[in-house]
């Protein structure tokens, strides 16, 4: 039985480390495939470059072998180049002028000539030569009392160099204090990668990665933004529709509600109008004399208006018994019955 466990336990174990064998080849083949991948990528775009930059220079030199060889033109139309620089200027002395302007000036290098010829001769004849060149001399001197810094004691004569200096060049001291950064040196052996390539490669990579995610994740934010002010729009919407279709809705039955009072109106005094018997009323036997004076309107004419009383109004009893009984709410048989109970003397 002991022996069966170990012979599990030792298969398990062998399988388990030919899984890990197994994935870390896969691991190690998928990025030998990436590199070869990404250096194929570079290697075809390198490529691709120097073709194009190989194709335009020689369509360049073919243009300018036929301009030379095979094209018609004549000798008058080719401009030949200037050996010198053409410098427009009215002054006639060497001395006056610097030197960087005398260049394609025929008359004044001829001066320049000249005046070179003399001060070789001069220093043919002179046993110290330095002594000729005073501005050197001057910019050695200052130089040494700054090295030495033994012979000023303050910024003062640091300053009084400075003037001196100033005076005898017409150049002022500037400070710059901008930091110029210079780039690496290129190195110019292609036939091997930088040591970094592979580390600054997948820093790039995971770079733009970063990039892509921070992107989408903005674009995501931007679109639930959107995405829930647009839901919010329709649900204020919908509630405002809502609310307008129960406005309109109670409107509606208002306007039946007071519809139907009206018809019920019409049609209880349609039923008042049917149970009264419809007598003559002669207006001279309306109301009894005696019981109210003829009134005139000051042309001794008779005013049956101001003669009228309420009291004596054939309809009154209607309205009493209209209040008494409350027919409204009274059914037809009802209703019938009281008019002719309250009709009886």
């Not at 030949?80 to 060497?94: D, E, L, R, S, W």
């Not at 989408?216 to 647009?230: G, M």
């Not at 509630?239 to 049609?267: V, Y």
């Not at 039923?271 to 004399?289: C, I, M, R, T």
Request: with cysteine; aromatic share 6%; glycine share 2%.
């Amino acid at each position: 039985m002991a022996r069966a466990q170990t012979v599990k336990r030792r298969q398990r174990v062998a399988a388990q480390a030919q899984a890990q064998a197994q994935a870390q080849a896969q691991a190690q083949a998928q990025a030998q495939a990436l590199q070869d991948e990404i250096g194929g990528m570079h290697d075809e775009a390198d490529i691709m470059s120097f073709r194009s930059a190989a194709t335009q220079r020689f369509l360049l030199n073919q243009e300018l072998m036929e301009n030379i060889t095979d094209k018609w033109v004549h000798t008058d139309s080719i401009i030949a180049p200037k050996p010198f620089a053409n410098v427009q200027t009215t002054k006639t002395n060497i001395e006056e002028l610097k030197e960087e302007l005398y260049f394609g000036n025929l008359v004044l290098m001829r001066q320049k000539v000249e005046s070179l010829d003399k001060s070789i001769e001069i220093m043919k004849e002179e046993a110290d030569v330095s002594k000729l060149f005073d501005d050197n001399r001057f910019l050695q001197d200052a130089i040494d009392k700054l090295a030495s810094g033994t012979d000023f004691d303050s910024d003062n004569q640091i300053d009084s160099i400075e003037k001196s200096f100033c005076e005898r060049f017409n150049k002022r001291f500037t400070s710059n204090s901008k930091i110029v950064k210079s780039i690496p040196a290129i190195n110019p052996d292609t036939r091997a990668a930088p040591d970094t390539y592979w580390e600054d490669l997948e820093k790039a990579k995971i770079e733009a990665e970063k990039r892509a995610k921070e992107e989408a994740e903005a674009a995501r934010v931007a679109a639930e933004e959107q995405a829930r002010l647009e839901q919010e729009r329709k649900e204020q919407e919908e509630k405002e529709k809502q609310e307008q279709e129960e406005r309109e809705k109670r409107e509606l039955e208002q306007r039946e509600l007071q519809q139907k009072e009206e018809q019920q109106q019409l049609q209880r005094q349609e039923e008042l109008s049917q149970a009264q018997p419809e007598e003559p009323v002669d207006s001279h036997h309306l109301l009894p004399e005696t019981e109210f004076g003829i009134a005139t309107d000051g042309l001794g004419e008779h005013d049956p208006i101001s003669d009228f009383k309420q009291d004596n109004f054939p309809d009154q009893g209607l309205d009493m018994m209209d209040d008494a009984f409350q027919y409204s709410n009274l059914d037809d048989q009802d209703f019938l019955s009281q008019i002719d109970h309250s009709m009886e003397p």
